[in-house]
């Protein structure tokens, strides 16, 4: 028996270690990820996720507004003014109120000097309008600049899911489920586990008939009938009746195993009935 179970254990951790090399093989070949499906998943969630950028970005903008003016009342027609005003300079146009403070001043200028109503006059205005143009759209555009930098910005939402994303997306699950099937593979199964436990009872069991039969064998008589009867298999009978067996049986058998030996010697059939007794507690046994 106790051979039959390291072979069978041998056979069990065999076909377990079978088993998980298959499985590490299996997972060695898993196949790398598709660019293309990557490519085609990214698109197919594009316009969702723009739609949502777009909606979180309005919302920020309209709700940065309504701060802005609510801290500062008025501060919606300054920005559209100042930002005008920069419009005007950067075409090299002044803004009405100052032109007209500049004609004015032009046409005071022209009247005093006794050209008002004439030509000059109006060339004079324009000779002021005409040498500040160039310096008029350098200042829109440093205006302007200071108007950019100074307006406070929403936060920008970015949803979008670029091939990038999904291929680091999907890499990383596909590194996790690798880890995750290597560990079940390399894990000890329940093939693998009944496979060495078989392996250590048919060890346990080899030194224990190895103890029960140095007993047995000084034992004198005490199994004697065994030997009479089963004389291939009396020390595993003898293991059965030390360890397994009623006390009582026990008793009787070691008291009168020689006697009854004896007996069964000259009887043939009686013989005969006991070995096959005894071997049937060997087959339930084992």
Request: glycine share 12%.
């Amino acid at each position: 028996m106790s051979l039959g179970l390291m072979a069978v254990g041998g056979l069990l951790s065999a076909n377990a270690a079978s088993k998980t090399k298959k499985e590490l093989r299996n997972i060695a070949d898993t196949p790398g990820l598709d660019l293309g499906a990557a490519i085609a998943e990214s698109k197919r969630y594009s316009g969702d996720t723009r739609a949502l950028e777009s909606s979180r970005n309005t919302f920020n903008r309209a709700e940065l507004d309504r701060l802005l003016e609510s801290s500062i009342p008025g501060y919606a027609a300054g920005q559209k003014q100042r930002t005008g005003t920069a419009m005007s300079l950067m075409k090299g146009e002044l803004p009405p109120d100052v032109e007209a403070a500049i004609y004015r001043s032009g046409a005071g200028r022209a009247l005093e000097g006794g050209y008002g109503g004439s030509a000059a006059g109006r060339n004079l205005v324009a000779r002021d309008l005409g040498r500040t143009s160039l310096d008029l759209m350098q200042l829109g555009g440093r205006n302007f600049e200071s108007i950019l930098g100074s307006t406070p910005q929403s936060g920008i939402a970015n949803y979008d899911i670029s091939p990038q994303d999904v291929i680091g997306l999907r890499g990383n699950e596909r590194s996790e489920r690798i880890g995750l099937r290597t560990n079940a593979a390399t894990a000890p199964g329940k093939t693998a586990v009944w496979g060495q436990t078989s392996t250590q009872m048919g060890k346990s069991l080899m030194e224990l008939a190895g103890s029960v039969a140095g007993a047995a064998g000084g034992s004198g008589g005490m199994c004697a009938v065994a030997k009479l009867c089963i004389p291939d298999e009396w020390e595993a009978f003898y293991f059965w009746k030390e360890l397994l067996a009623p006390d009582w049986f026990r008793q009787a058998y070691n008291t009168h195993a020689p006697a009854v030996a004896a007996w069964l010697e000259k009887r043939p059939v009686a013989r005969r009935v006991v070995t096959g007794w005894m071997k049937s507690v060997l087959r339930n046994l084992f």
